[in-house]
């Protein structure tokens, strides 16, 4: 079974800086999609930044585009480096993967319950708070 766990969320301010990291077990050798995935307060699961094991193929969202950074650190740990922060950023961050979607597909579609076709695995999540 696989388990995502995540870590490095916290509150900062406004155009500080935050890493996070996800922490993958029981994942078989084949290549998955990982990504980080987002929530605010009532609004929607939103996709972030998604990146394919075997290729390093890797999306991000427009919101996001030149301040947030995805990477794998090893086989199975993944990060998101985060810069310029803003209040606009504060949600509660997921970490998900899936052996079947491509790295474009987990942006746009990933992000639905699992049952509804969205990624099959997701960590517990990290909460990011930014104050201005």
């Known amino acids: 079974q696989v388990q995502l766990v995540e870590s490095g969320g916290g509150s900062v301010q406004s155009g500080e800086s935050l890493r996070l990291s996800c922490a993958a077990s029981g994942v078989t050798q084949r290549p998955y999609c990982m990504a980080w995935f987002r929530q605010a307060p009532g609004k929607e699961r939103e996709g972030v930044a998604t990146?394919?094991?075997?290729?390093?193929?890797t999306n991000v969202a427009d919101s996001v585009k030149g301040r947030f950074t995805i990477s794998q650190d090893g086989a199975w740990n993944l990060v998101l480096q985060m810069n310029g922060l803003r209040p606009e950023d504060t949600a509660m961050y997921y970490c998900?993967?899936?052996?079947?979607?491509?790295?474009?597909?987990?942006?746009?579609?990933?992000?639905?319950?699992?049952?509804?076709?969205?990624?099959?695995?997701w960590g517990k999540g990290t909460l990011v708070t930014i104050s201005s």
């Open positions: 990146i394919y094991t075997s290729n390093y193929d």
């Open positions: 998900a993967a899936d052996p079947g979607m491509t790295s474009w597909q987990a942006l746009h579609l990933g992000g639905m319950s699992t049952h509804l076709g969205g990624m099959e695995y």
